[in-house]
């Protein structure tokens, strides 16, 4: 018996759990029946075990070489490093399938074991509605994408993996990126248990929340290192490029986004139910929308590594998945009654319903751009492209407005805010913004969009620091030192300051991207031995090309140095790898250099020989701070979802007490924060 | 509080100025790479996969803004030179979908589609506003204070603020004084 054998019986063992927990679980929360909801969670356990032996004798076929196995064969090879060849296990869409499948179960089973916190009367519903996705994912991989298929006669060696993939950023990028897109089913499930049940209360949105958070930073950190992926790999010079697929991925983490903005309005002001449980479903809807585009190759683009006629049966279960959240929710819709009234424009909710515009409008104009190549060839019978330029102008705008509100939300009070209080806490952002537009043309930066995007970046980081500022003088008077303050108000109110640093972390970002756009100097340059280069302040010389031929691969590599002023700053070695099953589809190896904030990348165009090369040089600034604010912004969303320990549990419960005693008197509650003053 | 009312008018005058500064100023005439780098990023490479022939580095795309460039110096104006690329290679070669046509649609629906939420955005609010009975005046009162004792003032305004929002998630730190509802 092989690992694969084992794999398709814990596949058809999954399915038949999966099945037989949506029919517990409902017919127990129908009958009350308490035994059949635990046989319920026991069995999204069994599927959890399931799928984790599945995946493991996947892991074991890879690492055992098992070529019987086809898709080991096809995506792995002898020579391959263990690390690529574990990584190869997503390197398909079979496998990727799989993995799909299997984080989905792990994150049911994490559900059910963590259900007690949840509201007791959604737990069977979200379990149902969880394992049916799990089923059509299961489904998908016993029927038409098995990844355990063996052929009659296994081939002595693999084909190995697309060199594109041969990469570290591919050992973490694909699998966060998959995990982001499965992890939108729980808030999914969410929101049709509450659909169902009726019960969409301040509970729900409590537990929905930390979901949809935890879906958020996994969904960043997977585009994140999709970008680093791209700008390591590609030779472009870029990071984003707008990509099909892409774009499918920032779909669900911009709708994801509005929603844990909209949802605090509904957490403090009961208002804007129905949008939020529109967007928990959307995101849901657009992350199955992503796996359809990938997989169907309906649209064309850089990630076509693998597609077939899956495609067909994703967009039958994206319309299923559409049409059952939509019946359900027009029923529910007449209970969704706001419970209070909005009082401003001029207040925080005010921003937050500008944010969810903007975000919400910026997924349409993505998902319309990566459309319409498709709308105009079935209605105009006009090919025609959707690219960079078209997204740079729609988006462009739409960004600089969103990081201005950022800036202004938090000046701004819940309900409503009066004009004076609001000019007086704007003006210091807006100075320092002010100086920040006059001094950049005195250094050069004379492009008009470029300066008013970094005011406008000056504005939002000033506003927030400011915020933070006038927090730590709070405490401070209550007699703490400022470096403690700012760590209590981190420690103590992390939705709120992770926030904060999640926004701060999307400045640098936008900052690092104006850069990169605006500034970007691009050369290309054929060279012979003893010849330079310059580009933008630095001089490259050229010696030759290296030649190195090992066991499964061949590795071009140039020699180039790089001068700064008459300061030799290093030797770099661009070249190609030459992988041997995939002899024409040369892996480049990309140099960056960073100076500062600026990236040196350089890229080796084209060779002849041992002494000619054309050496492809971008220079671009401020590409840095993409990836450190990145790694704030994820920071930022960890820290809120951080659970608040158990010392702020037991506080709480104090708290409910002390909130009893208020209607006996104002003199208990005098005292009582008298306490809370020398406490903290 | 005319004051920072005032401030934050002179900030932004300032930058009005030095925005219509730089507009009006004679703008310096884009080098000829410049011109080539901005043409060639609106052509999608034919042979690649999403890259533009800016940053291919594929045979043809060198060839392409070798073209590029030649045309620059010819004096051809940048929507010529696209358009030859158009004709030869059809119009799947435009980056951007041009403004005319079918693909106007392209441009117009999210357009439309952002006006008319902004449009819905202030129709929604005006309907809430008017189903509203009371507004409660409380920030409003913080600003009948003098300015003499402002730093202070502003301090107690603000951890006013603070607190009651972050009471909201921790009782514990509601104070009295602060107290509103």
Known sequence: MYFSDLGSIALILATGFALYTMLAAVLGAVRHSQPLVRSAQRSVLVVAGCMLLASCALLASFLTHDFGVNYVAQHSSLAMPWYFTSAAFYGGQEGSLLYWAL????????????????????????????????????????????????????PSDGLGLNPLLM???????????????????????????????????????????????????????????????????????????????????????????????????????????VWNLV????????????????????????????????????????IVVILFASVLFCYRLPRLRPEQEFDSVVSREGVFLLNNLLLVGMAFATLWGT????????????????????????????????????????????????LNALWRNMSVPVILAALCAALLPLLGITDIAAN????????????????????????????????????MLFNRYRQRYGGYLVHIGLVFMVVGIIGSH?????????????????????????FGNIDRI????????????????????????????????????????????TFGATDLYVFLAAWNGAGEATIQVFVNPLVPLVWYGGLIMVVGGIFCWWPARRRVRGEQRVAAVAGAKVVTGRAVELAHSGGKESMA | MKRSFLLVLAAVALLAALASSLILATPKPPTVDQRVQSIASQLKCPVCQGESVADSSAQLA??????????????????????????????????????????????????????????????????????????????????????????????????????????EDDVIFKRAGTEVR
């Not at chain 1, 069977?124 to 299961?138: H, N, Q, R």
């Not at chain 1, 105009?380 to 800036?407: C, D, E, K, R, W």
Request: glycine residues 8%; hydrophobic residues 50%.
């Open chain 1, 518 to 542: 605006y500034f970007q100097v691009q050369q290309d340059t054929t060279l012979k031995p003893g010849q330079e280069m310059n580009v933008a302040g630095y001089r490259l010389t050229y």
């Open chain 1, 279 to 318: 967007l928990v479903i959307l995101s849901f809807a657009l992350s199955i929308f992503g796996t359809f585009e990938v997989r169907s190759g309906v649209i064309s683009s850089v990630h076509s590594f693998a597609y077939s006629d899956i495609g067909n049966y994703f967009l039958v279960f994206l």
């Open chain 1, 167 to 273: 990469d570290p950023g591919m050992l973490v990028h694909p699998p966060m990126l998959l995990m982001g897109y499965m992890s939108f089913s729980v808030p999914f499930a969410f929101a049709i248990a509450a659909m169902l049940t009726g019960k969409l209360n301040s509970e729900w949105l409590r537990a929905i929340r930390r979901w949809t958070l935890a879906a958020w930073t996994i969904q960043s950190v997977g585009l994140i290192l999709g970008a680093w992926w791209a700008y390591h790999v590609l030779g472009w010079g870029g990071y984003w490029g707008w990509d099909p697929v892409e774009n499918a991925a920032l779909l669900p983490w911009l709708t994801a986004t509005a929603f844990l903005h909209s949802t605090m309005v509904q957490e403090r002001r009961g208002m804007l139910k």
């Open chain 1, 103 to 154: 984080m989905l179960s792990l994150f049911s089973a994490l559900f059910v074991i963590t259900s007690r916190r949840a509201p007791a009367a959604l737990v069977p519903y979200v379990m149902a509605t969880l394992m049916g996705i799990e089923a059509f994912f299961i489904l998908m991989l016993t029927t038409v994408s098995n990844p355990f298929v063996r052929s009659a006669i296994a």
């Open chain 1, 371 to 418: 459309l319409f190549p498709l709308i105009s060839a079935v209605f105009s019978h006009q090919t025609m492209t959707v690219g960079p330029p078209f997204y740079n102008q729609v988006m462009g705008p739409l960004l600089a407005i969103l990081v201005l509100a950022m800036g202004i939300g938090p000046l701004l009070a819940w309900r409503r805010t009066s």
């Open chain 1, 550 to 593: 090992e066991p499964d691969k061949e590795i071009i590599t140039s020699q180039l140095q790089i001068w700064r002023g008459s300061q030799l700053q290093g030797y770099i070695y661009p070249g190609r790898t030459f992988y041997r099953n995939y002899g024409n589809q040369p892996a480049s190896q990309i140099s960056i250099t």
């Open chain 1, 452 to 487: 008013v995007g970094f005011a406008i970046c000056t504005f939002t980081a000033a506003a927030i620091v400011y915020e933070l500022w006038r927090g730590m003088r709070v405490r401070h008077k209550h007699g703490e030192s400022y470096p403690l303050a700012l760590y």
């Open chain 2, 62 to 167: 060198l060839q392409m803004r070798q073209r590029i460039r030649q045309d620059v110096q010819a004096g051809k104006s940048d929507q010529e030179i696209i358009q030859f690329f158009v004709d030869r290679y059809g119009a799947s070669i435009a980056w951007s979908p041009p403004w005319q046509g079918f693909s106007l649609l392209a441009w117009l629906v999210p357009i439309v589609l952002l006006l008319a939420g902004c449009w819905l955005l202030y129709a929604v609010v005006r309907e809430w506003r008017r189903s509203e009975p009371v507004v409660t005046e409380r920030v409003g009162s913080f600003d009948a204070v003098g300015s003499g004792e402002r730093e202070d003032d502003e301090l107690a305004r603000y951890r006013a603020q603070l607190e009651q929002e972050l009471a």
